[in-house]
Each structure stands twice: as C-alpha cells, then as structure tokens.
C-alpha cells in the first residue's frame, strides 16, 4: 500500500489521516519526533518513550474519531536503529489496544513501504 493509498483509505472511512515523514527517520529519536509532528503534539510532549504512550492515548488536541497515522518506510529506522524501532513500535502497538478501548480517539497505525 502506498501513502497515498493509505490517506485515501483513511478518509474514505471518515478516519483522520496523519503522514509521518519516513525518509529522515533512521532513530528512535527522530521516529519520537516524526510521530509528534505528524499528530500535532502539544508543545509539553516529553520526548520519551512513557511521553510517547501517554500523548498517543490521549489525542484531547484532535478531533474524536478514529487518528491513522501513516508511517511510510519503517524499515529505515529497523535498519539504522533496531532497537529503537522495536521499543517505539511497541509503544504504538500498546497505544493501538489502549485506544481501541477508550473509544473517543482510536488510534490505528499503517506501515507502507
């Protein structure tokens, strides 16, 4: 599935979609980053990884309803940061379940390549 693809996807089921900008995210840091300009984080975003989980399964700042964020090319960020792509993906895949059953602001995440 391309960005495109995805959005289009997104909008189609009345979801709100967010692009995060793969090409420069090769550290957790900057996944951190990309994810908190993509979904408009307020400026008290801690830029942790506990941060991180509590700004995704809040949302208070969007719209309710479901938030897709698009990140294309993950693989840069496994490739240049194993680690740190294995603990952010784990905050977003707990963020995902948490989302889901709070309701208000669900959060889904597409991977594209």
């Not at 495109?4 to 900057?30: I, N």
């Not at 090319?73 to 680690?83: F, I, K, Q, S, T």
Request: hydrophobic share 40%; glycine share 6%.
């Amino acid at each position: 599935m391309t960005v495109q693809e995805a959005v289009k996807a997104a909008r189609d089921r009345g979801a709100h979609p967010h692009v995060l900008r793969g090409e420069a995210v090769t550290t957790r840091h900057e996944a951190m980053e990309a994810i908190a300009a993509a979904l408009s984080f307020p400026e008290w975003f801690g830029h942790n990884l506990d941060a991180l989980y509590d700004s995704l399964t809040d949302l208070s700042w969007l719209p309710p309803g479901e938030h897709v964020l698009i990140w294309p090319r993950p693989a840069e960020l496994a490739r240049n940061d194993p680690r740190g792509h294995d603990s952010v993906s784990a905050v977003l895949e707990d963020a995902v379940r948490r989302t889901a059953e709070l309701g208000d602001r669900v959060l889904t995440v597409v991977r594209t390549d």
